[in-house]
């Protein structure tokens, strides 16, 4: 299976035309607008970050969960 990507302006009639085609011919089709199945979320991007810079050990090391809380209330 192959997927393509295709913008276009939806008000053209000959492009309506066509996609319309098709979709009888059976193609599938997402609308990346409105379609976030393969959109990661903030959340998702933000661990990838997360996992990222431990990888690359741009991590802060504490002596005490005590020092962690005060460096906390720092910021």
Request: proline share 1%; glycine share 2%.
């Amino acid at each position: 299976m192959t997927t393509v990507t295709l913008s276009y302006d939806q008000n053209n009639a000959a492009i309506s035309l066509l996609v319309q085609a098709l979709r009888e011919l059976g193609v599938k089709f997402q609308d990346s607008a409105t379609d976030t199945t393969d959109k990661p979320t903030a959340a998702a991007m933000e661990t990838a970050q997360a996992i990222e810079e431990m990888r690359r050990g741009d991590t802060v090391k504490f002596n005490s969960f005590d020092d962690f809380k005060k460096a906390m209330y720092e910021l």
